[in-house]
């Protein structure tokens, strides 16, 4: 383990762990904690469009890196998405955009605001979906109501680690953008993890579950009940979302001072719908999460490390 003081001109410090052990993450989480100082640097936000100051009010900086400027804050992934959408599609404003689960701070309320054709749906799977509830149309990830080629542009921000069939989801959106339309979307990416998905458990027929990994439970805009992980995503994910659908992904990772967007799980990924793509539901043999000895035996490279570590 080595420290070395970060160069951006506060005291924090970053630890560099090797991250193939299980709980690399939990150490440095810890450390960080133990040795934080608030700081503050200056930069610009893609989400108000001004010169401002984030402000590091924890050492968790996914959580706890805010704008000064935003209404409410902003955090890194928030200024990610708004960075790279204004990159890619500066004319979003006059586009369809559909945003599951949106947030009531960084970029959700400025498209709700500015994009004339905006919709935002969240899951009450105790409703009709389809319909209006609590001012928000209510939509199932895995099996929209949506028409086929709707939407220039789908968006969710740590949405996806809660969905119990990825593949389905990404069908799905598959099926509701455009031709040339994009789908971008964050969530965290294990840094200790190869295989693109790992369930955290499995849910059984009669309601049940099977708990693989210690449960994990994150925040929910609709639920005080919060929401459980129910999938981990590796460092192949963009191969896996690939096969479920014909996007052309990219995956953008960050260490932009500038735009405040630091810290841990800074991960972003864009699907791009071929402008030749048909606007059909895909038939694609989803890819089998890996559990247990699958998971070195999932692709060669696995094996050809497991016989280096042997010599």
């Not at 709980?23 to 989480?29: P, R, Y």
């Not at 701070?105 to 899951?123: D, F, L, N, T």
């Not at 680690?161 to 953008?177: G, L, N």
């Not at 699958?294 to 692709?299: C, K, M, P, T």
């Amino acid at each position: 383990m080595v420290n070395t003081d970060l160069v951006f001109g506060h005291p924090l410090k970053f630890v560099f762990m090797d991250w193939s052990g299980e709980d690399a993450h939990e150490q440095l989480s810890t450390r960080l904690m133990n040795e934080f100082r608030p700081w503050k640097i200056s930069g610009f936000c893609p989400i108000c469009q001004k010169n401002t100051e984030f402000l590091a009010k924890g050492a968790w900086l996914r959580e706890e890196l805010l704008c000064t400027s935003c209404p409410k804050g902003s955090i890194p992934r928030e200024r990610a998405l708004a960075l790279i959408l204004n990159e890619l599609r500066p004319d979003w404003r006059d586009l369809h955009i559909h945003e599951s689960s949106p947030e009531v701070r960084g970029i959700s309320p400025v498209m709700k605001r500015e994009a004339r054709h905006y919709i935002a749906s969240q899951y009450f799977p105790d409703q009709p979906f389809g319909s209006m509830h609590k001012g928000v149309r209510n939509e199932n990830l895995e099996s929209l109501t949506f028409d086929d080629c709707c939407f220039d542009i789908t968006v969710t921000l740590d949405v996806m680690e809660h969905v119990y069939h990825p593949d389905k989801v990404i069908s799905e959106i598959f099926r509701t953008i455009k031709p040339g339309g994009i789908y971008i979307c964050t969530f965290p990416v294990r840094k200790s993890q190869t295989n693109a998905w790992e369930r955290r458990f499995v849910q059984n027929a009669d309601g049940t579950r099977e708990h693989l990994k210690e449960p994990e439970i994150h925040g929910n805009p609709v639920s005080s009940n919060g929401s459980i992980v129910t999938v981990d995503y590796g460092y192949d994910l963009h191969l896996a979302i690939a096969e479920w659908a014909p996007f052309d992904v990219r995956v953008y990772r960050f260490a932009d001072r500038t735009h405040g967007i630091l810290g841990e799980y800074t991960d972003l990924i864009v699907c791009t719908k071929p402008a030749s793509a048909a606007g059909d539901r895909t038939a694609v043999e989803p890819t089998p999460p890996a559990t247990g000895l699958g998971r070195w035996l999932a692709l060669p490279r696995f094996i050809k490390r497991a016989r280096s570590r042997g010599r």
